[in-house]
């Protein structure tokens, strides 16, 4: 049902990243040693000279595996990319000793404090070296809101934005991305042992037919009940995932004022 022409998608991709490409002097990108980020990276690497590229290495010791490190690596050495190791837990450490109510028990808070924290960096390497910064979220991320507003969902450009999760595997494997990146469980690694499926409650093997049905072919409930064989409570779960996090994708509300509110000389 999702399957993809590889070479057309690396084409269009690629067109798209060389666009971009010409308007700065470069590209900066986090690379977490996760199928996105290694997907993006390669793509990266097929359309600009490796030496403008900065990839960002940035864990967090007590919430990131050491593997996901060495894989980061890895990638970035493959494809001769400049990369930078941050230690990002020092910096958290910093708000901690700023925030007077800062607790480590508030996952969540402290999860998203680190994704902000990787974006402020990544941007100001963007800002130092006159590059822009490369997301890298999927699509199956951006319309369940399974990333962080204004952390790794503050980026310039979303070359993987259109492809769904199961979609991103697919074209790793024919870009060769290594197997075990490959079959690595997807995770943000924002607090220890965090792993997205279990926290979504679903796979997405099973979110990603769910999101083509409502969104692309814009089918009811019902409908992708039966084409899917699945209890319609669980396709309104994702249903409910792409309400609650619409203004993730949407740019906040603005007070719209009428014209008597204004003074203006005519």
């Given at each position: 049902m999702l399957k993809i022409n590889p070479q057309i998608v690396v084409k269009e991709i690629s067109n798209f990243l060389k666009e971009y490409a010409i308007k700065a002097n470069g590209f900066v990108l986090g690379l977490s040693g996760g199928i996105d980020s290694t997907v993006t990276a390669y793509l990266c690497a097929k359309v600009i000279n490796p030496n403008n590229v900065l990839a960002l290495i940035m864990p967090d010791p007590e919430v990131t595996p050491k593997n996901d490190v060495e894989d980061a690596i890895n990638v970035a050495k493959t494809l001769s990319f400049q990369y930078r190791i941050i230690d990002i837990s020092k910096i958290l450490n910093a708000f901690s000793l700023s925030i007077p109510d800062f607790s480590n028990k508030a996952l969540v808070a402290v999860g998203n404090l680190r994704a902000r924290i990787r974006m402020c960096l990544l941007y100001y390497y963007a800002n130092l070296m006159n590059r822009i910064v490369v997301g890298t979220g999927d699509k199956s991320e951006i319309l369940i809101g399974y990333f962080t507003k204004y952390g790794d969902g503050g980026v310039d450009i979303l070359p993987l934005g259109?492809?769904?999760?199961?979609?991103?595997?697919?074209?790793?494997?024919?870009?060769?991305?290594?197997?075990?990146?490959?079959?690595?469980?997807?995770?943000?690694r924002l607090w220890k042992d965090q792993l997205a499926e279990e926290e979504l409650g679903l796979s997405y093997d099973i979110i990603d037919p769910i999101l083509y049905y409502l969104i692309d072919l814009k089918l009811n409930e019902i409908e992708i009940s039966r084409k899917l064989n699945l209890p319609i409570e669980v396709i309104l779960k994702v249903k409910r995932m792409i309400d609650r996090s619409r203004h993730k994708r949407e740019l906040p509300p603005i007070a719209k004022l009428p014209p008597e509110a204004f003074e203006y000389e005519k």
């Amino acid at each position: 049902m999702l399957k993809i022409n590889p070479q057309i998608v690396v084409k269009e991709i690629s067109n798209f990243l060389k666009e971009y490409a010409i308007k700065a002097n470069g590209f900066v990108l986090g690379l977490s040693g996760g199928i996105d980020s290694t997907v993006t990276a390669y793509l990266c690497a097929k359309v600009i000279n490796p030496n403008n590229v900065l990839a960002l290495i940035m864990p967090d010791p007590e919430v990131t595996p050491k593997n996901d490190v060495e894989d980061a690596i890895n990638v970035a050495k493959t494809l001769s990319f400049q990369y930078r190791i941050i230690d990002i837990s020092k910096i958290l450490n910093a708000f901690s000793l700023s925030i007077p109510d800062f607790s480590n028990k508030a996952l969540v808070a402290v999860g998203n404090l680190r994704a902000r924290i990787r974006m402020c960096l990544l941007y100001y390497y963007a800002n130092l070296m006159n590059r822009i910064v490369v997301g890298t979220g999927d699509k199956s991320e951006i319309l369940i809101g399974y990333f962080t507003k204004y952390g790794d969902g503050g980026v310039d450009i979303l070359p993987l934005g259109d492809l769904y999760k199961t979609q991103v595997r697919m074209l790793g494997k024919y870009l060769g991305v290594p197997g075990e990146i490959l079959k690595k469980p997807s995770s943000p690694r924002l607090w220890k042992d965090q792993l997205a499926e279990e926290e979504l409650g679903l796979s997405y093997d099973i979110i990603d037919p769910i999101l083509y049905y409502l969104i692309d072919l814009k089918l009811n409930e019902i409908e992708i009940s039966r084409k899917l064989n699945l209890p319609i409570e669980v396709i309104l779960k994702v249903k409910r995932m792409i309400d609650r996090s619409r203004h993730k994708r949407e740019l906040p509300p603005i007070a719209k004022l009428p014209p008597e509110a204004f003074e203006y000389e005519k």
